[in-house]
C-alpha cells in the first residue's frame, strides 16, 4: 500500500551487527543496510507478529537475491529460524508492524493536541475570540481535579505465563500472546501451563546450546504443547537463571 513504512535507525550504518554483517559477507555496510530493509519489508508485509511461516533462511535469501545473508542475520540475533515453523524476528512489535505505526501516529497526534492547548493562539482556524475561549476551557479544565484512568482489563494469570517463561532470543510478541491468551480463555488451563513451562525450563532440550530450543511462546501457546506433552530430561540442578525473567 502506497505510504507504507518501516522503522530503520537513522544511525543504523555504525551499529556494531551491521559492521558485523559486513565483515561476515565481505559486502559494503550500505549494501548490508538495503538487505536488511529488503528483509524487513518482507516481514511487515506478510507477518502480523513476527512469524514469518513457510519462510526458510534460503528461500529468504532467494527472495531478496543475495545468498548467505539470513545466515549472517542469524549470527547477530536479529533473524531465529525456527524449525518447522518459518523465520521470526525478534522484538518485531516493539519496532514493526501495525503496533509501531500506530504508536508513531498515536505521538504525533498527541504532540498536535498538546501544542493546540497549550498555544491556541496560533491555531489560525480559530478567531481570536474562539482562542480566548479554548484558552479559558484549558485552563478551567487545569485547575480541575484530574480523573483517574480507568483501569485497563485485568490481564488474569498470563502475568505468571510470561513471568515463568524463559529469556531467550525468541521471548518477543507479548501483545499477541496476550491476546492469544484471552482468547482461547487459558487462566482455566494455567496451572497446567505454567507446571509445564516450570519443567522445560530445566529440561536439557531447553537449556542446550544457550537456549536455542526454546520456541517462541506465542508458538507454544498456539500449538498447546503443554498438553499431553513428557518432559524432556532435566540436566543436573543449577541456580534458577531464568528467576524473575521478562
Not at 543436573?236 to 521478562?246: K, L, Q, R
Request: aromatic letters at 8%; glycine letters at 10%; hydrophobic letters at 35%.
Amino acid at each position: 500500500m502506497a505510504g507504507d513504512w518501516i522503522k530503520m535507525r537513522s544511525d543504523l550504518h555504525t551499529h556494531p551487527k551491521v559492521v558485523r554483517i559486513a565483515s561476515a559477507l565481505g559486502a559494503d555496510k550500505f549494501r548490508v543496510i538495503g538487505g536488511l530493509h529488503a528483509v524487513w519489508s518482507i516481514f511487515d508485509a506478510h507477518s502480523e507478529d513476527g512469524l514469518l511461516e513457510g519462510y526458510t533462511p534460503e528461500a529468504m535469501d532467494d527472495a531478496i537475491g543475495w545468498p548467505g545473508f539470513c545466515a549472517a542475520m542469524q549470527c547477530v540475533s536479529w533473524l531465529v529460524h525456527a524449525d518447522g515453523e518459518g523465520l521470526e524476528m525478534p522484538e518485531f512489535d516493539e519496532h514493526n508492524g501495525q503496533s509501531a505505526k500506530r504508536r508513531d501516529t498515536e505521538s504525533k497526534r498527541k504532540r498536535k493536541a498538546r501544542a493546540a492547548e497549550e498555544h491556541p493562539q496560533d491555531d489560525l482556524s480559530l478567531s481570536a475570540s474562539d482562542a480566548d475561549k479554548k484558552r479559558t476551557r484549558e485552563e478551567k479544565r487545569r485547575e480541575e481535579k484530574e480523573i483517574p484512568p480507568q483501569t485497563p482489563k485485568g490481564e488474569g494469570r498470563f502475568v505468571e505465563f510470561w513471568e515463568a517463561w524463559p529469556k531467550s532470543t525468541r521471548k518477543g510478541g507479548r501483545a499477541e500472546c496476550l491476546k492469544v491468551w484471552q482468547s482461547s480463555r487459558l487462566d482455566g488451563a494455567a496451572d497446567a501451563i505454567l507446571a509445564h513451562v516450570r519443567a522445560m525450563r530445566g529440561s536439557t532440550d531447553w537449556l542446550k546450546d544457550e537456549g536455542k530450543f526454546i520456541p517462541a511462546p506465542v508458538v507454544y501457546l498456539r500449538g498447546k504443547r503443554w498438553d499431553g506433552a513428557e518432559v524432556g530430561g532435566t540436566a543436573p540442578a543449577e541456580p534458577d537463571i531464568f528467576a524473575g525473567a521478562v
